[in-house]
Structures are given as structure tokens and as C-alpha cells.
């Protein structure tokens, strides 16, 4: 077997035996010619891979913020008394088994959860105890689950509108051949394209960097693993307009001169890969994909979609390599650029859904377009997730350039006091920076928008970010692995009234070494959020320790540290 | 065609070629870039535990990572760098359960040496403390999971005679360990095992009954530092001459959960304990017997770290009554050997010390509790989490020279530092 299709062979046989054998992983091992450690290694990186049963029904509840904010407990304790499995086991009778993973993509109708990888939403007490009796009733799970509506809620005038507006299939695909490939680009960079995952590079000069080398195989890959916290402007693309993404996918093959398209699509949206390979299928049909796209004589370019499994660093561009590669979803170290050795070491274009959409649409409506909103820097416009403590959560298309107080209008934020921007790797805002504008110029979005509203506990919105990261560190680095974990133990002091103003100054300095020495963008970007917010919430932050400085004596929980031998009395 | 290029490194400039590995060339001409996972066969190199670095051209980067080319400016030794990569070995430390006095490879350990060559005396952060595995299982090795800091070399490096690899990281995150594959290692050579113990850059990987193959004394960090030219400071302050009983000044000692190492350590000044105590006073300490505190002191030496709550009563009356309080030893630095049970919880080991132990006797099975006994501690503390610590003076036990020279300049020097050789001693 190709290395490349371990984890489809391993999903395979997860997929019918519920979980991962030991005979499977000996026998899979020697198929793919590696130790059994080896496969190890790549099984236990995923957190969806089982080696043990999960049961019939694996249950995973959401536990970013949002949905801890939503009623994440509540949601919790209720799976746990229906089904009678606890939080990361399965019940006595094999038929449930109760897990949970971080942000799955559902920011718009917290809380909710993945049943064997159906989507169910908008969850309360009541819904559990009905999604339950009717699966230990036998009813076929897909007929419980939930429609995932797209909350499309606005999107600007037509004239400006970009992604969020009608879609005919092959309008792109079709011009391709009359912009020719250097065209492409140059519409792109004529647009200021830039990657929408998060990193902003622009993306006319990574297509002209992957085009200028020359090799016999070339990829474009789609990063669709939306991993961030709060984002999900991704799934709604892939719903929504599939067919968009993959004449962006095409069109990027075409200028880079690529013959594959991967789309590395998160196990969390497992949901949706059925519409993405009708999708394709179709495209296939008409002749937008395969042979000669287009009637493009030279031109061929097929595109299929890759599974993840549960990891948010595999968002990582080299990390996305590597899992693609059926190896351990590890970035690697920056010495080659994904552009120059990428996917089998060949170069490779990464890009994200939503940046693909709008290659697309450049390739349809012309970089003028794009021209006539935004900033200077940031021309077009922006899809934001938002979610949290608003009336109207869902997608926006912004143009670049909007304040933040008129969007926390827009979506009817009635009491917003902290709002998070693209995800716990991004920064915070507190109400004094409402007026500030989202934009290449002042506060970039990669896409996620979290508001919270001044009940919220700022700490308990910090202590989720770095369990998060903690959690999906890769482990690969030293500042990264023990980092997020020291760190936590010092929020932990923090909440336990143990802190002093010093130990704020060291969380800072801390967190600063995470930044200059983590390999990637995971490590070093997990502390910015805490060490901003304690700057930009002096009040509460105040509140939280004991101003008189730590003097000569620390504080100490004598009770609390005696308690196991007072367990000896009598 | 000439290929030399020029390199900055601190400003000072270096002929040399390009596309060289930068650590090759700083250590070619003699400067020291610390560097723990690299390994000069492995390509492209780990890049795993961010030991070296540096900036390059005002980025930060591992400089393991870097290849040489003209015009590359290298900052290596400013204080911000100096503090960053001393703090990534203390994370190592402070990740790991590493009891050197008690680790077959002290000496012989990269990480260890690499503590002394940063001159760590204690770890700013934490000791997280978590359980870890000791694995006996593999045929030849054996695997100490508390002591392997991930740095890669053996997944990338040992390799069956099939060409599977015996060694591969898994679960994720700070739940990562290396795997071994019981099957492949088996198959491994008495040759190829010790290797694979040679490549581990600390004690991780053991073959069972190798593990000493080098007597102490004789290992390769024993003696010698990676610094070509050990900068040494000031020596021990000189001690003030004819002190009248009114300036002499007072010293308090306490041994806590420690061995009472420290204070044989500190007798083994021997006759210089004459000049000494024509300058100093002895307050409270075992040394004098005195058991209560008659006046303020101006330093207090403490040995171990706090196991009960009576060891925190004593620590606190120390900050009450000493102007300066130093941590004498690894104990009271961050809790030392006595430290080792942190990882377990404390029912447990005091049901198998006292309920499940060979020596106990027939119906004898409870654990001590009384009210004139100390309340044992759930985990043993380091002296600096419960009072403000002035001084750290490493070592398990640190040499009577080291501590009394620490002590002097405190007293009437200012800063002190410690020479290499008198910092090492296995
Ligand atoms: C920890 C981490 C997670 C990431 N997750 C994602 C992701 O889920 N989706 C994404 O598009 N980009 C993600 N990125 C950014 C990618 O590395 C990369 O920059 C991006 O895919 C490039 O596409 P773009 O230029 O179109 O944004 C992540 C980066 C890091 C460091
Ligand atoms: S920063 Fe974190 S996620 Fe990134 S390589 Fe290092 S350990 Fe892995
Ligand atoms: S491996 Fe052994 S010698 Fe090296 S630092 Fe750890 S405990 Fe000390
Ligand atoms: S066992 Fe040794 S060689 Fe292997 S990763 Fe751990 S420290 Fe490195
Ligand atoms: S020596 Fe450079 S990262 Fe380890």
C-alpha cells in the first residue's frame, strides 16, 4: 500500500470495526512496509482514531468557548446521564461511548455535537434525551441529525458583494483559457488576493513562486481544515458553493501549472464530503475536471478529497504535508517553502477554501471588481464567523475596512465587552477599541469573531484557549509542548487566588520566549491573547491577585495540600 | 571561482563557505552555540528543542537549522538570547523528572551538561511532575520516559536490519512519548543497542546492564566545558579581618525534607571553618544545636524543600529572622530526590511504604497519624513557592568551597560566580 493512503485505510477499517485492532495495525503496518511503532505513532497523533472500542455510538460534545459559553456543562452532564457513559468513556453496554473535541465547526448553533460524525446542533437538555431514546430505539441515526443551516446573514450590495453572491457553474473555469495562466496571476495580485487562513501572504506571488520551478508533478492543495476556534465561513463556502472552490482550485492548477488538486478536508466536516465528490463527480461530467478542463488541450487536472482526523495543527500548511503523506501531522522545519519541496516533496500550493473562492471569483468578475471596496491595503471583501454572545450569529461578508462597532450592530451584540478576532491565536479587543476597523491596516481577521459579553469570566474564556492549544500542541518542540502546559498551571494559580501582580509579568516574558522559539505558528502564537488581554483588561486582571505584591511569604492552600493524608485519620 | 563568504556572529566576522550548517562554523572557530538535539549525521537536522537560538537577521531561529550564505548577520549572545535559550533547557527540566544524583548517564548527558554550560541554578518554571513510564519490556534497552526530553534522535536515527524503525514519537502534544517497537528491537545487534544508548542525549535509552560502561569521573562532561576559554570571575570574597563580636555577622542553617547532605557538605570546609567562625556567628542550626532563634540573622541557609507542614512552619520563621534567605541544594531548590514521589499520588506511596512493604510487620498495618506528628504534604515544595528566596546554590550536595564562597560574597561581595570546575562535581 502507498504510504499516502494510510489515513483513508485506516478510517476504512475504523469505519466497519469501530475501532482500530491490534491484528489491523500489525497487518496495516507491514502492507505500508513500516514498524508497527511506526503506525503508532501516526494512529495515536489523531485523536479521532480509536484503538479501543468507542462504542456504537461515539459521541463527541464541542468544548471550545462558545459552546462552554452555550451550555457546553449542561449539554454534557445530560449525554452523561441518558446514555450512562462519563465524559470520555463508553457506557457498561458498548452502545455509547461519550468524548470531547474542540471546535467543530458550529460556532452558529452552539452547543452541539458529532454522533458518529453526523452534525447535531442547537442542543439542549430535552434534545438529548430525545436524540437518545430514539437511537436505543433503533432509529437511523442520519434521520435524527441535524440540518446545518448557513446563516448567511450579509452580505453587501451586488456591485461589491464577492463571495456571497449567485454562483453558475464553470463562468471561471470557462475564461481560463482566453487569461491564459500567467493571467490568472496576474488578475490575483492585481486583486491583493491574500490567504485568508490566517497568515495574510500574498497569494499572486506564492502562485508565481510555485510556477517558476519547474517539476513533473505539481499539487495544489485546498486547506479545508478550519481548525480555528469559532471559524466557520469555511464549511458554509464548501456548502454553499463548492463549485466555486473548485474553479478556484482549477484555476490555481491552471496558473501554477499543477495536474492534482487534494482538498485536506477536516474529519469534523466528514458531513459534507459526500456534496463535495457529487460536486466533483458532476464537474468531471461536464468536462471542468480530468482531460483537457475545458477544452484546455495540455490541461489536465483532477482533484480529490483527503480526510484528516482529528488534529488542528494538521491546518498548519507543512503539518497538512506530512498528514497527507500518512505520516504524523508534525510541521516541518522551515527550511523549504511548500511552493519549492511540498506534497512528495514536489512543489505544492496551499491555499485556503475561502482564498480559493475568491481566485474564482477574480477569475469570473475581473480584479476590477475587487477594486471598487475595501482598504488600500485590503481591497474586496471578507467573510467573518461570528459567534458568541450576539442575536444573529453566522456568516458576514464585510468589506474590508468596516468598524467593529457596526458589525457588532449588524449582528445585534447587545452587551459586547470582549471580542476575540480570528481565533484564540489572534487578539482580543476590549470596548474601547470597538471603533477600530477590521482591515489589513488596523485589526486583521482570519476569520473567526467571538464576542462575549461583560458576564463572561475573561480567565475562564483564557484557561479554554490554553487547554486548547495544550491539547493540540503537536509536542514536536520544546517551547510549544512544555510551554502550554506550564502556562496552564499558572492560569490555574491565578483562578485559585494564589497569583501575584509578578507572576503577570512572567506569564508575559513566558509567553514571549514561546513566540521566538516554537516552530510554528501553533507555539508561538498560543500566549498572545493571554498576555494582550492582561494588558487591555487591567481591571480585571486586578481583581484577581493580591495587589500588596508577594512580599516575603507566598500563599499557600494548607487545607487543600494536607487533604490526602487527612484521608489516613482513623 | 572563490566560495569563501563572510558571516557575522556578534560582529565579529568570519571567513568561511557557503551552505555550511551554523553551528559547525560557530564551533569551528571556537564560539559556542549551545545545541541539544542536533546531530551532525542527521539531515535535514531535528530542530526539536530549540536549544540554539539565535537571530538571524533580526529573526529568531534555531541556528541548527541554518546554512550559511554571504552577508548572514548572527546575534548569539545578547542578554535576551542568553535568557531565552537558558529558559528552554530549564523547561526540559522542569517537563521531565530528571534526579540526576540518581541517573546512571549524569556526566555522560548532554542535557545535563548543557544546565551547567547556561550556569541554570534553578528553573524558573514549575516541575510539572507527571507520572511517566520506566519501560522494562524491550528485550536489551530499557526505556526511562522521564528522562527522554523528545528530541528525536533515535526515531530518525535507529533502524532494524529490515530498515523499519525501532523508535517513533506518539500520542501528541505533552502526552508525547517515544515508542519503541518491541518486535524491531529484539532484532537489534548488542552493537546496534549501544548505539542507539549513545545517540540518546540523556539517560532515555539504557541497555540493561550497560548502563555504566563509563565510571563516573571518567564521562564526557566530567570535567571539561564546550567554553574554550572559561571565563572565571572573582574568587571567594576575602573574609574580613578582625571582626569585633558586634560586626560578625550570623548565619541560621535548617535542614528540611533533605538528607542532611548540605550540612555535611558545608563541614567539609574543614580547618577553613576556623577563619570562618571568627567572622560568623551561628544562630539556630544544627550545627550549634540551637534550637530557637535569639536574634535577627542576616543569612539563612536552607536544605530541602517542604515535605510536611511542619517544614513550612520552620521556613517561614527562617523568612522572619534571616535578612537573606538562600536555597542550599537540589532539594530546596525544587525538591530534589525526595521529590521523586511528586509523581504519585500520596496515598499511594504511603500505602506501599507502610501497608504493602516487605518490612512490615504482621498486623501492623496502618500508616502513622498522631497529632505530634507533622501532617505529611501532598507533594513535596520547593522552598521558593512558599517564601521569598533570595539565592539558589545548586548542586546534590553543592561542594563546601561552592557554598561558602556563595555565602561570603553574599555577605561582603556582591554578585559571585562559580567556575566551571567547581560547578561540576558527579
Ligand atoms: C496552527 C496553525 C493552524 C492553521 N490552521 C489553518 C486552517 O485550519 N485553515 C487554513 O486555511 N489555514 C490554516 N493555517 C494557515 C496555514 O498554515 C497556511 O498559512 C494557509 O493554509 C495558507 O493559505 P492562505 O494563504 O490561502 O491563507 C494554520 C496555521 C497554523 C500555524
Ligand atoms: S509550535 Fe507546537 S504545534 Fe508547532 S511544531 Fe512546535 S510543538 Fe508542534
Ligand atoms: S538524563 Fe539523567 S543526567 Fe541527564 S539531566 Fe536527566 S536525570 Fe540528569
Ligand atoms: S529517547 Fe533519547 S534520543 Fe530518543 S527522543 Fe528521547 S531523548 Fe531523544
Ligand atoms: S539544537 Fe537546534 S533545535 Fe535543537
Redesign the interface.
Same mark, same amino acid.
Given at each position: 500500500m502507498n504510504r499516502t493512503q494510510t489515513l483513508d485505510a485506516l478510517w476504512s477499517f475504523q469505519r466497519s470495526h469501530g475501532y482500530l485492532t491490534d491484528l489491523f495495525v500489525k497487518e496495516c503496518a507491514k502492507d505500508l512496509g513500516i514498524s508497527t511503532v511506526e503506525l503508532e505513532g501516526v494512529i495515536s497523533f489523531y485523536h479521532f482514531f480509536r484503538r479501543q472500542s468507542a462504542g456504537e455510538f461515539t459521541i463527541y460534545i464541542n468544548n471550545s468557548i462558545v459552546s462552554e459559553c452555550k451550555g457546553y456543562r449542561r449539554i454534557k452532564s445530560a449525554f452523561e446521564r441518558e446514555t450512562g457513559a462519563t465524559l470520555g468513556q463508553v457506557d457498561p453496554s458498548g452502545k455509547f461511548g461519550l468524548f470531547e473535541t474542540p471546535c467543530i465547526g458550529l460556532s452558529d448553533q452552539e452547543p452541539a455535537a458529532l454522533i458518529n460524525f453526523f452534525p447535531f446542533t442547537n442542543l439542549t437538555t430535552l434534545k438529548v434525551k430525545h436524540i437518545v431514546a430514539e437511537l436505543k430505539k433503533g432509529t437511523p441515526l442520519h434521520t435524527l441529525s441535524d440540518d446545518v443551516p448557513d446563516h448567511l446573514r450579509y452580505t453587501p450590495p451586488i456591485d461589491k458583494s464577492i463571495c456571497i453572491r449567485e454562483y453558475h457553474q464553470g463562468r471561471a473555469v470557462l475564461k481560463l483559457a482566453n487569461l491564459g495562466d500567467e493571467g490568472v496571476i496576474e488578475q490575483v495580485k492585481l486583486a491583493s488576493i491574500k490567504g485568508m487562513g490566517g497568515a495574510y501572504f500574498p497569494t499572486g506571488l506564492k502562485m508565481e513562486a510555485c510556477r517558476s520551478i519547474k517539476a513533473e508533478m505539481k499539487y495544489v492543495v485546498c486547506n479545508a481544515d478550519e481548525g480555528e476556534p469559532g471559524t466557520f465561513k469555511d464549511r458554509v463556502l464548501m456548502n454553499k458553493y463548492p463549485g466555486l472552490l473548485l474553479e478556484g482550485m482549477i484555476a490555481s492548477g491552471y496558473a501554477v501549472g499543477a495536474r492534482e488538486g487534494i482538498i485536506y478536508l477536516r474529519a469534523e466536516y466528514y458531513w459534507m464530503m459526500e456534496h463535495l465528490r457529487a460536486t466533483i463527480q458532476d464537474f468531471y461530467k461536464r468536462g471542468f475536471l480530468g482531460k483537457s478542463v475545458a477544452g484546455i488541450i495540455g490541461f489536465d487536472f483532477d482533484i480529490r478529497v483527503q480526510l484528516g482526523a482529528g488534529s488542528y495543527v494538521c491546518g498548519e500548511e507543512t503539518a497538512l504535508l506530512n498528514s497527507m503523506e500518512g505520516k504524523r501531522g508534525e510541521p516541518r522545519t522551515k527550511q523549504f517553502y511548500p511552493t519549492e519541496r511540498g506534497f512528495l516533496n514536489q512543489p505544492t500550493l496551499i491555499n485556503n477554501v475561502e482564498t480559493l473562492c475568491a481566485v474564482g471569483r477574480v477569475v469570473e468578475l475581473g480584479a476590477q471588481h475587487f477594486l471598487k471596496t475595501g482598504t488600500k491595503n485590503s481591497p474586496g471583501t471578507k467573510l467573518l464567523s461570528i459567534s458568541g454572545d450576539c442575536h444573529l450569529p453566522g456568516i458576514y461578508e464585510i468589506e474590508w475596512g468596516t468598524k467593529i462597532s457596526d458589525i457588532l450592530n449588524k449582528c445585534q451584540a447587545d452587551d459586547p465587552y470582549y471580542i476575540q478576532i480570528s481565533g484564540p491565536s489572534g487578539v482580543c479587543l476590549s470596548k474601547s477599541e470597538f471603533d477600530r476597523s477590521i482591515s489589513m491596516e488596523d485589526v486583521k481577521c482570519g476569520g473567526s469573531f467571538m464576542i462575549f459579553n461583560s458576564k463572561r469570566d475573561i480567565l475562564s474564556i483564557l484557561q479554554n484557549f490554553t487547554a486548547f492549544f495544550k491539547h493540540e500542541s503537536c509536542g514536536v518542540c520544546t517551547p510549544c509542548r512544555a510551554g502550554n502546559y506550564i502556562i496552564e498551571r499558572k492560569l490555574i494559580r491565578i483562578a485559585n487566588g494564589l497569583a501575584y501582580p509578578a507572576d503577570y509579568e512572567e506569564i508575559k516574558r513566558w509567553g514571549e520566549i514561546m513566540r521566538m522559539t516554537s516552530r510554528c505558528g501553533l507555539g508561538q502564537a498560543a500566549t498572545n491573547t493571554l498576555s494582550m488581554a492582561i494588558d487591555k483588561f487591567p481591571e480585571f486582571f486586578a481583581q484577581k491577585v493580591d495587589q500588596n505584591g508577594a512580599g516575603l511569604n507566598m500563599k499557600f492552600n494548607m487545607e487543600q495540600a494536607l487533604q490526602p493524608y487527612e484521608r489516613f485519620k482513623d | 571561482m572563490n566560495n569563501e563568504i563572510t558571516i557575522k556572529i556578534d560582529g565579529k566576522a568570519i571567513k568561511t563557505k557557503p551552505g555550511l550548517n551554523l553551528v559547525d562554523v560557530a564551533t569551528e572557530h571556537e564560539i559556542f552555540i549551545p545545541s541539544l538535539c542536533y546531530y551532525k549525521h542527521i539531515d =535535514? =537536522?531535528?530542530?526539536?528543542?530549540?536549544?540554539c537560538?539565535c537571530k538571524i537577521n533580526g529573526n529568531? &531561529? =534555531?541556528a541548527c537549522?541554518r546554512k550559511t550564505y554571504d552577508g548572514m548577520e548572527v546575534e548569539l549572545n545578547s542578554e535576551e538570547l542568553l535568557d531565552?535559550r537558558k $529558559?528552554?533547557v530549564e &523547561? &526540559?527540566f $522542569? /517537563?521531565g523528572n530528571h534526579f540526576c544524583p540518581a541517573c546512571e548517564k549524569s556526566g555522560d548527558c548532554d542535557m545535563q551538561h548543557m544546565g551547567y554550560e547556561m550556569g541554570i541554578s534553578h528553573t524558573? +518554571?514549575?516541575h510539572?511532575f507527571k507520572d511517566r513510564l520506566i519501560d522494562f519490556t524491550p528485550k536489551r534497552m530499557l526505556i526511562e520516559h522521564n528522562r527522554c526530553? @523528545?528530541c *528525536?534522535r533515535c526515531v530518525e536515527e535507529v533502524f532494524?536490519d529490515s530498515g523499519? *524503525?525501532? +523508535?517513533? +514519537?506518539?500520542? *501528541?502534544?505533552?502526552?508525547?512519548i517515544v515508542?519503541?517497537?518491541y518486535?524491531?528491537e529484539a532484532t537489534l545487534s548488542e552493537e546496534q543497542a549501544f548505539a542507539a544508548m549513545h545517540l540518546c542525549p540523556t539517560g532515555a535509552i539504557l541497555v540493561k546492564g550497560k548502563s555504566f560502561a563509563h565510571p563516573f569521573g571518567d564521562r564526557r562532561f566530567d570535567k571539561t566545558s564546550a567554553h574554550k576559554s572559561e571565563k572565571s570571575t572573582s574568587a571567594a570574597a576575602p573574609l574580613p579581618k578582625d571582626m569585633s563580636p558586634k560586626t560578625k555577622k550570623i548565619i541560621a542553617t535548617t535542614s528540611l525534607a533533605g538528607c542532611f547532605g548540605c550540612h555535611m557538605s558545608l563541614l567539609d570546609v574543614d580547618l577553613a571553618l576556623l577563619d570562618i567562625i571568627k567572622v560568623v556567628d551561628f544562630n539556630k542550626s544544627p550545627l550549634t544545636d540551637i534550637k530557637e532563634f535569639t536574634e535577627q540573622c542576616d543569612v539563612g541557609l536552607i536544605e530541602g524543600g517542604c515535605c510536611n $507542614?511542619e517544614n513550612?512552619e520552620v521556613l *517561614?520563621e527562617f523568612? %522572619?529572622k534571616c535578612k537573606l534567605l538562600v536555597s542550599v541544594g537540589e532539594c530546596a531548590i525544587w525538591g530534589g530526590v525526595p521529590a521523586m514521589r511528586n509523581t504519585v499520588?500520596? /496515598?499511594e506511596c504511603?500505602e506501599e511504604a507502610y501497608l504493602n512493604s516487605m518490612t512490615t510487620e504482621p498486623g501492623e498495618n496502618t500508616?502513622p #497519624?498522631h497529632e505530634d506528628l507533622p %501532617?505529611?504534604?501532598? @507533594?513535596v #515544595?520547593p522552598c521558593?513557592?512558599?517564601? @521569598?528566596i533570595d539565592h539558589h546554590i545548586p548542586g546534590c550536595p553543592p561542594t563546601a568551597n561552592h557554598i561558602w564562597k556563595a555565602v561570603s560574597n553574599l555577605l561582603w561581595g556582591d554578585e559571585f560566580s562559580v567556575l566551571y570546575s567547581e560547578f561540576k562535581y558527579d
Open positions: - | =535535514p =537536522p531535528l530542530g526539536t528543542c530549540r536549544v537560538v529568531a &531561529m =534555531p537549522t531565552t $529558559a528552554i &523547561m &526540559m $522542569a /517537563e524558573r +518554571f514549575p510539572l526530553v @523528545k *528525536r532494524s523499519e *524503525r525501532v +523508535f517513533s +514519537f506518539c500520542n *501528541r502534544g505533552n502526552e508525547t515508542g519503541i517497537d518486535e524491531q $507542614a513550612i *517561614r523568612r %522572619k499520588p500520596l /496515598e504511603l500508616v #497519624y %501532617k505529611i504534604l501532598d @507533594k #515544595y521558593h513557592e512558599l517564601v @521569598k
